[in-house]
């Protein structure tokens, strides 16, 4: 075997390479239409999704889609537009106007075809009637700083929203909606990535509301007023606004886990896949995996090593310090102060996306000696944590990963490497 980080390193661009819109688009498009087609779309990777539809589309084409800073690639007949993520931004909000104009007035002889991939719910900021962007903004930050999993964030996004929440599929009516979905969220809840915008949402204002008392968040008072009111429900199932729409799942987390776990097959190692929907503190679960590497290396149970734990989906933070680092980098961070450089333990866990939070990195990756080069140069793994700072720790240690915008994203790759000692 090559060293540990080198195959970690090549597990992960495995687990990217696994799930590129350049293999699993072009399988699922549909036959041209009689009328129009209209490609629409937002998300991390729907303008890779974007241009893999135009090299295999037979007939002429169109349409608009929104992607984030730095993730776009060259389109000939489809418009691609970057705006921000996590929070949004105003390019967000024109581009999404823009999505709902240009659906308007289409047939049922029609085709919209709807690029959807994780990111997609903070893209497409176009704010409910009474509601402005800076309250979405307000939100957005503090829904992001609270802990709430992306089904309990994407709840409340879709309920102070024009378009999410199957709201553009009730648009684009009575044309046909093919969507086609990479999904980054635990579960594949096709209502929750994205926040839906083309499928019956069965979430309501209630919930909304309830999510929002959970984590003690305050919001402006026009969001407050909103949610009250609650007069304009998102499309639910049996809509008939939505009965000429479709989605299909095209790229999963599960696919990329079973595409890793064939790698470590071949290089005569056990993977041990413990799931693909890995939610909670991303502390405690560093705390479960930590607990497993130990039960592997000292009883080999429930698998004898050599072995590679896996796992996906998607942790979260509860911010309390103000340091720099997504959820990925403090999972490592968080593993690596259990385990303490632990002999014949090493650990990769990266967003498929190519960036981990808000940060240039994608993630980060620890070995033994990451925990004895840390003591050496007096950095306390348990302080960095405290102050939910674990870009910088792993910046004074070499263990950022960056990879740059993949294209794609099924979520959070974890990959723990249990050398027999």
């Given at each position: 075997?090559?060293?540990?980080?080198?195959?970690?390193?090549?597990?992960?661009?495995?687990?990217?390479?696994?799930?590129?819109?350049?293999?699993?688009?072009?399988?699922?498009?549909?036959?041209?239409?009689?009328?129009?087609?209209?490609?629409?779309?937002?998300?991390?990777?729907?303008?890779?999704?974007?241009?893999?539809?135009?090299?295999?589309?037979?007939?002429?084409?169109?349409?608009?889609?929104?992607?984030?800073?730095?993730?776009?690639?060259?389109?000939?007949?489809?418009?691609?537009?970057?705006?921000?993520?996590?929070?949004?931004?105003?390019?967000?909000?024109?581009?999404?106007?823009?999505?709902?104009?240009?659906?308007?007035?289409?047939?049922?002889?029609?085709?919209?075809?709807?690029?959807?991939?994780?990111?997609?719910?903070?893209?497409?900021?176009?704010?409910?009637?009474?509601?402005?962007?800076?309250?979405?903004?307000?939100?957005?930050?503090?829904?992001?700083?609270?802990?709430?999993?992306?089904?309990?964030?994407?709840?409340?996004?879709?309920?102070?929203?024009?378009?999410?929440?199957?709201?553009?599929?009730?648009?684009?009516?009575?044309?046909?909606?093919?969507?086609?979905?990479?999904?980054?969220?635990?579960?594949?809840?096709l209502s929750v990535i994205a926040s839906g915008p083309t499928v019956p949402d069965p979430s309501t204002f209630d919930e909304a509301r309830a999510v929002l008392e959970k984590y003690a968040i305050a919001v402006p008072e026009a969001v407050r007023v909103h949610l009250e009111q609650s007069g304009d429900e998102t499309p639910k199932p049996g809509d008939l606004r939505l009965s000429n729409a479709e989605a299909k799942l095209i790229a999963v987390p599960q696919q990329m886990l079973e595409a890793v776990a064939a790698q470590v097959r071949e290089a005569g190692f056990t993977p041990l896949i413990l799931s693909d929907r890995m939610e909670g503190e991303t502390r405690e679960v560093a705390k479960v995996h930590a607990a497993i590497a130990r039960q592997i290396q000292t009883h080999q149970q429930p698998v004898v090593p050599p072995a590679v734990i896996l796992s996906g989906g998607e942790t979260t933070v509860t911010v309390r310090g103000s340091g720099k680092g997504g959820c990925n980098s403090e999972f490592v961070l968080a593993l690596l102060d259990d385990l303490r450089g632990l002999p014949g333990v090493s650990a990769l866990a990266c967003d498929t996306d190519g960036i981990d939070g808000s940060e240039d990195n994608a993630g980060a990756i620890y070995t033994p000696e990451t925990f004895s080069q840390a003591e050496s140069l007096g950095l306390s793994p348990a302080e960095f944590l405290s102050r939910n700072d674990a870009y910088s720790f792993f910046q004074q240690v070499n263990g950022l990963v960056v990879s740059g915008p993949s294209l794609t994203n099924v979520n959070d790759f974890r990959a723990i490497l249990v050398e027999s000692t």
């Open positions: 075997m090559t060293s540990p980080t080198a195959f970690l390193h090549s597990l992960f661009e495995t687990a990217v390479a696994s799930t590129q819109p350049a293999q699993c688009v072009p399988p699922n498009l549909p036959e041209p239409p009689k009328g129009r087609t209209l490609v629409i779309g937002a998300g991390k990777a729907s303008a890779a999704m974007a241009r893999a539809v135009e090299q295999h589309w037979p007939g002429d084409l169109e349409g608009l889609v929104l992607t984030r800073y730095g993730h776009a690639v060259p389109c000939e007949r489809i418009e691609i537009v970057e705006a921000a993520h996590p929070v949004p931004d105003e390019a967000g909000r024109q581009a999404a106007e823009r999505m709902l104009e240009l659906v308007q007035g289409l047939t049922a002889d029609d085709l919209v075809l709807c690029l959807i991939s994780g990111g997609g719910s903070a893209l497409l900021a176009l704010p409910a009637p009474g509601l402005t962007l800076e309250d979405k903004q307000s939100v957005n930050r503090e829904l992001l700083r609270s802990g709430a999993t992306i089904h309990e964030m994407n709840c409340v996004r879709k309920h102070l929203s024009t378009i999410k929440g199957g709201r553009l599929a009730a648009a684009c009516h009575p044309a046909r909606v093919l969507t086609l979905v990479i999904s980054d969220v635990p579960g594949d809840e």
